[in-house]
């Protein structure tokens, strides 16, 4: 192991002007060991700037703007570091810990905490670093700071996009972990947690309201499509994650975390976007050894990468006469796509998108009214809801001999909500409402006109404007194929599914 001098002279990009009790500047007192003590005075300033002196202590927010990404921007000036690994101390209100492995098997190691009036910092290698390798790492300082910063809300926000880039050539992985303390009585703490490097990206996030937990896989990038298809797949699940929140009552600031994490992980390489560094063919599109997908094939997928992401909230009982009626809420979505054949033209793909939600809450029987629980009759009137739905949508296709011999699709939603009410503790109606909806098509006519390959050449191709209509014919078909939870919605939508003409 080479030990490698300590970072010295750190500096936020912010000019701080210190107190006199926080006079001392940052890296003025460092020793040449692995860990930078910084005071307060940087986040005293940012209070100054703002106008609102003596406030920096209690705005984490104030306190650690611009520091972590200066850490990581110093590395591309030559900024020096320590060779011992050195944790976040455990009496640290917020901490933070960024660790890289390098393409060439570095490992480095940054951390970043809160501890009294005192900022703590510290970045370690175990070997030298080349200026790629520091240029590299310099790059993901505003993506740190972004973090950071959402991290440090009073509310915390999950901002990840710009760290879910990883250069590969450069960098092999990225392990994040964040741990805060929150400004409630009694305080509490959230957590976060992030991996990324060349085969997945996941995020579990853990706090009072409830778990966030979002895997994305890329290592089988073969159902990935164009930057626009992904946008629409990505804007269409967060529809469909606001429509569960509300049928089920969730925490609204746990549901914004979960959509934050599965955009910004589900915002993977594109078929249109620039070639992934040190992707193989297969890694771009393609089944192995083989040409990439048709058009027609990917029309009926997503564009997404693989993923499962889920969402529970903390169960709370608020009722204590009826202790065995919880206020809870689970959701969880996956997307599962698959490429077999040892022949390009006798291969067959599949794609299967499903959800499932299940939901308890206690709602008045007026709108408006308040629900306050006790041991009283006069507080047990209300109405008791328990949601539980799911959601399918699957699609598949098989060729033989360069032809699509069989293409199908099977969509279901099935929901079922049941509502008991209550009036001064008893029970006066119990019913369960249930909706139901199924689609199923045959998608061979709709698909077989615009199949590329067919005839051993591109279909009706013999002007730019007749390929224009049928990529537009295909990407107008696809908008059926996105999974949808709500019975009415999917009922809505088999009867204006047509084939494309």
Do not use: C, W
Not at 90 to 105: N, Y
Request: hydrophobic share 35%; glycine share 8%; proline share 5%.
């Amino acid at each position: 192991m080479t030990a490698i001098p300590t970072l010295t002279g750190l500096r936020p990009r912010t000019p701080y002007t210190p107190t006199r009790r926080e006079a001392t500047a940052i890296g003025s007192t460092a020793a040449p060991s692995a860990i930078v003590h910084l005071s307060a005075e940087g986040s005293a300033a940012a209070s100054q700037a703002a106008g609102q002196a003596g406030t920096a202590q209690k705005s984490p927010s104030v306190r650690f703007r611009d520091v972590g990404a200066a850490m990581l921007e110093g590395l591309k000036g030559g900024a020096k570091v320590g060779g011992n690994v050195q944790p976040v101390p455990k009496d640290a209100t917020h901490g933070f810990t960024l660790s890289v492995a390098t393409a060439r098997g570095t490992k480095v190691d940054l951390s970043l905490a809160a501890r009294g009036d005192d900022l703590v910092t510290h970045i370690s290698a175990d070997a030298e670093l080349g200026g790629d390798e520091r240029a590299a790492l310099a790059a993901l300082a505003g993506g740190f700071q972004d973090m950071i910063d959402g991290m440090t809300l009073d509310t915390p926000k999950i901002r990840l996009g710009a760290l879910a880039q990883l250069d590969t050539t450069v960098l092999q992985s990225i392990d994040l972990h964040a741990a805060v303390t929150l400004p409630t009585t009694p305080p509490a703490t959230q957590t976060l947690g992030f991996h990324i490097d060349a085969r997945q990206r996941s995020m579990q996030a853990d706090g009072p309201a409830g778990k966030v937990d979002v895997t994305v896989k890329t290592s089988v990038p073969e159902s990935l499509g164009t930057s626009r298809q992904q946008a629409r797949a990505i804007d269409g699940y967060l529809k469909q994650f606001d429509q569960a929140a509300a049928r089920g009552h969730a925490d609204a600031g746990l549901v914004t975390m979960f959509k934050d994490a599965f955009a910004d992980l589900s915002r993977t390489a594109s078929r249109d976007g620039p070639r992934q560094p040190g992707g193989t063919a297969s890694e771009q599109g393609a089944l192995p050894g083989l040409r990439p997908l048709a058009r027609e094939d990917k029309s009926v997928l997503t564009g997404l990468a693989d993923f499962s992401a889920r969402i529970s909230q903390t169960p709370r009982y608020n009722n204590p006469v009826h202790r065995d009626e919880v206020d809870s809420f689970e959701y969880e979505v996956s997307q599962q796509t698959r490429t077999d054949g040892k022949l390009y033209a006798d291969r067959s793909l599949g794609q299967v998108q499903q959800s499932r939600l299940k939901a308890q809450f206690h709602a008045p029987l007026r709108e408006g009214m308040p629900l306050a629980f006790d041991f009283s009759a006069q507080t047990q009137n209300y109405q008791y809801h328990q949601v539980d739905d799911m959601a399918r949508s699957s699609v598949d296709l098989a060729y033989r001999n360069g032809r699509l011999r069989s293409a199908s699709m099977e969509q279901t939603a099935s929901q079922s909500e049941r509502i008991r009410e209550y009036v001064l503790g008893r029970v006066v109606s119990d019913e369960t409402r249930p909706a139901e909806q199924r689609l199923v098509r045959d998608l061979l006519a709709a698909l077989s006109p615009y199949q590329s390959d067919r005839d051993g050449g591109t279909h009706d191709a013999s002007s730019a404007a007749s390929e224009a209509r049928r990529l537009a014919s295909l990407d107008a078909l696809g908008e059926n194929f996105l999974l949808l939870g709500n019975a009415t919605d999917l009922s809505m939508r088999a009867g204006r599914f047509q084939p494309v003409p």
